[in-house]
């Protein structure tokens, strides 16, 4: 039962950091780390999915990692 409260705390907590970012930003994000996905995606499947290069994937990764880690300190 801990396990399972543990995990919806978890969740909470990614859906709350990942609401900080772009829409783009976020769906990049959870398609590359497979969060609410059943597993994760390459770039090159992301940027096929989104319809941009790949080069574009990875800077928006970039920008939306340096967000993140500046929102957490």
């Not at 978890?10 to 976020?26: G, M, Y």
């Not at 994937?57 to 957490?72: G, T």
């Amino acid at each position: 039962m801990r396990e399972v409260t543990l995990q919806k705390q978890v969740k909470k907590e990614i859906d709350h950091r990942l609401s900080t970012l772009q829409d783009r930003e976020a769906e990049v994000m959870r398609l590359y780390y497979g969060l609410g996905y059943k597993r994760r995606r390459s770039i090159r499947e992301i940027g096929r999915r989104l319809e941009i290069a790949s080069q574009r994937v990875r800077q928006i990764k970039k920008q939306a990692m340096h967000k993140l880690r500046r929102s957490a300190t």
